[in-house]
């Protein structure tokens, strides 16, 4: 266990930083799915009819103008192919920096539409926004390529778009470091999907958006049944669902500092604070009810 670590879970439970986790994940993942955000897309040029072209250039565009490796890389899950099937093109749509500009654009329709100018515009989401920046700038983003593009980036000024921004570079933050747990527990990127499916955090067809050919998904199936991980039929051995809830108990744990930092309290404040725009997002529709993250279900 690192200090870092050790210093955090004195102060901040596990589970605490899990809660954070659901509480903004929805506040970030929202631009994705927004029809205000696909207008905003549309309006520089993308294709519409299916969301992935925004969704890279929306999430990759503080990386810069980088081609399918570095994405793919950061993102991990997705197969190379279906990442090169969009990157490098959408910049050849729209540079990263209007991407940056438009997606501030959507994150400003979107919140003001499903949570009301006037709970944009009050005091409790300025609060919320001061709590969320305080604990985004105390992630280190050594090692994490998506949690310091992000933190590299300006902070905006209105209270709304800070809270959107703050949420990313905490759920990136959790991420780099979800890929790290990864690595340390030998599941590449298919294989990371095959073990978290044969848990039952969501069905395969969930994962399927990640364009892995069904080759090389049995491939993954057949290199963990190897290892005493999954049993003939794909679901978990007692090994397998045991390095998984291996993976993610290190996931909250290296996700701890911005927490640590920020404190119990204020954090307790924070994720009170987040309550009704939680609601807000999930009582919108416009989520699935099932994700590739295994939130609600691990």
Do not use: C
Request: no cysteine; glycine share 8%; proline share 8%.
């Amino acid at each position: 266990m690192t200090v870092e670590t050790r210093n955090l879970t004195e102060t901040v439970e596990p589970s605490r930083v899990r809660q954070m986790w659901h509480l903004l994940e929805p506040l970030h993942a929202v631009l994705y799915y927004a029809p205000e955000a696909f207008e905003e897309a549309a309006a520089l040029g993308y294709d519409v009819n299916e969301r992935w072209p925004s969704y890279f250039a929306w999430r990759a565009a503080p990386l810069g103008p980088v081609g399918a490796g570095p994405v793919a890389s950061a993102f991990y899950s997705f197969s190379r192919e279906t990442v090169g099937r969009y990157v490098p093109g959408v910049w050849a749509t729209a540079a990263p920096e209007a991407v940056l500009a438009a997606r501030l654009r959507a994150v400003d329709r979107t919140y003001r539409a499903l949570l009301g100018d006037e709970a944009v515009e009050g005091p409790e989401l300025a609060e919320a926004a001061a709590l969320a920046r305080r604990a985004a700038e105390a992630a280190g983003t050594a090692g994490r390529p998506l949690a310091a593009a992000n933190a590299a980036l300006p902070w905006p000024e209105a209270p709304h778009l800070v809270l959107w921004q703050a949420a990313t570079i905490l759920r990136e933050h959790r991420g780099d470091g979800h890929l790290a747990a990864l690595l340390a527990a030998g599941l590449d990127p298919a294989e990371s999907l095959v073990s978290f499916a044969a848990v039952g955090a969501a069905a395969e067809t969930t994962f399927a958006s990640r364009g892995w050919p069904p080759a090389e998904w049995t491939a993954a199936r057949d290199r963990l049944a190897a290892r005493g991980l999954l049993h003939p039929n794909g679901t978990a051995t007692d090994a397998g669902r045991a390095l998984r809830t291996e993976v993610e108990h290190r996931t909250d744990l290296l996700a701890t500092t911005p927490w640590s930092t920020l404190g119990p309290a204020p954090t307790a404040r924070l994720a009170e604070l987040l309550g009704a725009p939680w609601l807000a997002i999930i009582g919108s529709g416009l989520l699935p009810s099932e994700n590739t993250l295994g939130i609600g279900k691990v």
